[in-house]
């Protein structure tokens, strides 16, 4: 199996514009998870989706976030409109069951830059 | 909310045992103990996690104290493949199904030759 897939690995947008970050999970998982990192905040969970229902979002920043889960093998997460502040490495994770017993896989993350 | 307390960076010697400790003296009889690395530019990798007893797995062992409000990971041979930052995480649990990982700033591990 290629693991948790990302696209793209590097994003560079203008403030004000629109970004979709992309996440294929590992296949037969059934939880999925998108996080932000940054040096001051550290690794923060945004959304939670358990069979491509969304289950907790209470980490999404705000109304300029939001991530979708269409089916088993595919999420989404924007941006719209991006800010400086924006700028973060986004990590999707999936696991399969219960996450509170098994271990989440890691994608390589993407790396946004918003200038 | 449980939290962990870690050393901001550790160092240890290649091929010496590294042994990583995490305060959790809020933790709940309910909530486990995860161990998670992340190795620069990489997405975090998971190690191992425990209730109660002590853990061993391929990568590492994971001793948690009789009262559980502490544990150490030991890495017992480490490499230089295993600089990393290295988070202890105690898992939340909320009312009904929602539940999450609560990740902290973690330990800086540096193996050295």
């Known amino acids: 199996d290629a693991g948790v897939i990302q696209s793209p690995r590097h994003e560079v947008t203008e403030m004000g514009q629109e970004v979709t970050l992309r996440c294929k999970p590992i296949s037969g998982h059934n939880s999925l998870f998108w996080y932000r990192q940054t040096m001051m905040r550290g690794l923060e969970l945004l959304i939670y989706?358990?069979?491509?229902?969304?289950?907790?979002d209470s980490g999404m920043p705000e109304d300029r976030f939001s991530a979708k889960m269409p089916n088993a093998s595919f999420s989404t997460l924007k941006i719209q409109p991006s800010e400086p502040r924006d700028s973060a490495v986004y990590f999707c994770?999936?696991?399969?069951?219960?996450?509170?017993?098994?271990?989440?896989?890691f994608g390589q993350g993407t790396r946004l830059t918003v200038v | 909310d449980a939290k962990t307390t870690q050393p901001t960076s550790m160092d240890c010697a290649e091929g010496r045992a590294a042994n990583l400790p995490c305060n959790h003296s809020t933790i709940s009889g309910n909530e486990y103990v995860y161990w998670y690395r992340q190795i620069h530019s990489q997405g975090p990798q998971y190690i191992i996690h425990g209730l109660k007893n002590n853990e061993t797995n391929e990568m590492a062992s994971l001793i948690i104290t009789e009262d559980r409000k502490s544990s150490t990971l030991i890495l017992p041979h480490a490499t230089l493949r295993d600089t990393a930052v290295y988070y202890c995480?105690?898992?939340?649990?909320?009312?009904?199904?929602?539940?999450?990982?609560?990740w902290g700033l973690g330990t800086s591990l540096a193996v050295n030759p």
């Open positions: 994770a999936s696991s399969f069951g219960d996450y509170m017993n098994t271990e989440a896989f």
């Open positions: 995480i105690v898992r939340v649990a909320y009312a009904g199904n929602n539940r999450k990982l609560i």
């Open positions: 989706f358990n069979n491509n229902v969304p289950i907790d």
